[in-house]
T-cell receptor
Framework: GAGVSQSPRYKVAKRGQDVALRCDPI?????LFWYQQALGQGPEFLTY????????KSGLPSDRFFAERPEGSVSTLKIQRTQQEDSAVYLC????????????FGPGTRLTVL | GQNIDQPTEMTATEGAIVQINCTYQ??????LFWYQQHAGEAPTFLSY????GLEEKGRFSSFLSRSKGYSYLLLKELQMKDSASYLC????????????FGKGTKLSVIP
């Protein structure tokens, strides 16, 4: 079956531009997570959805970061007024439930801010 | 706070056995995961431990000691395709069941 998909795979933005990153989780998965992975580092948690409810956004680095999952399936991570330090790979993961279930990751979007 | 430590890099020979260690200090514990990540690709699930002991799955095994805050991933009969980063991650069980990752161990398998 289809895994988690993300688009675009690569995004280059000029500093100050807004970007939107899309995640299509595995069909039927209740939980959806966004992580940020800097080069040579492990992924760091950004935010978590259970269905359409954003239950935890404690990892979002600033109010320029915004995520939504309006119908409980596809999610979008939006970054406003991008800055160079936002350059990273943004990973999306989904799990059937979230209660210690394995998280399945998408290939990520590599964002480069110039 | 949350702290997960694992070696930055390791090198091993094709056909050999390698052990990648992970130590953790977290405010809660709901399980420990190992993921494999090839360069430019998604992390893929390898193993999950929630109870003490060894979990074996083919060439890969993972061990957990909760009292020591310690885990290891054991890879047997190494193949060139095992060259990748190996990520140790803990689910602290608090709130959103997010995973806290170590920085990853880059394993290079040489002929």
């Amino acid at each position: 079956g289809a895994g988690v998909s993300q688009s675009p795979r690569y995004k280059v933005a000029k500093r100050g531009q807004d970007v939107a990153l899309r995640c299509d989780p595995i069909s039927g998965h209740v939980s959806l997570f966004w992580y940020q992975q800097a080069l040579g580092q492990g992924p760091e948690f950004l935010t978590y959805f259970q269905n359409e409810a954003q239950l935890d956004k404690s990892g979002l680095p600033s109010d320029r970061f915004f995520a939504e999952r309006p119908e409980g399936s596809v999610s979008t991570l939006k970054i406003q007024r991008t800055q160079q330090e936002d350059s990273a790979v943004y990973l999306c993961a989904s799990s059937p439930d979230g209660l210690t279930d394995t998280q399945y990751f998408g290939p990520g979007t590599r964002l480069t801010v110039l | 706070g949350q702290n997960i430590d694992q070696p930055t890099e390791m090198t091993a020979t094709e056909g050999a056995i390698v052990q990648i260690n992970c130590t953790y200090q977290t405010s809660g514990f709901n399980g420990l995961f190992w993921y494999q990540q090839h360069a430019g690709e998604a992390p893929t699930f390898l193993s999950y431990n929630v109870l003490d002991g060894l979990e074996e799955k083919g060439r890969f095994s993972s061990f957990l000691s909760r009292s020591k805050g310690y885990s290891y991933l054991l890879l047997k009969e190494l193949q060139m395709k095992d060259s990748a980063s190996y990520l140790c991650a803990v689910s602290s069980g608090a709130g959103s069941y997010q995973l806290t990752f170590g920085k990853g161990t880059k394993l290079s398998v040489i002929p």
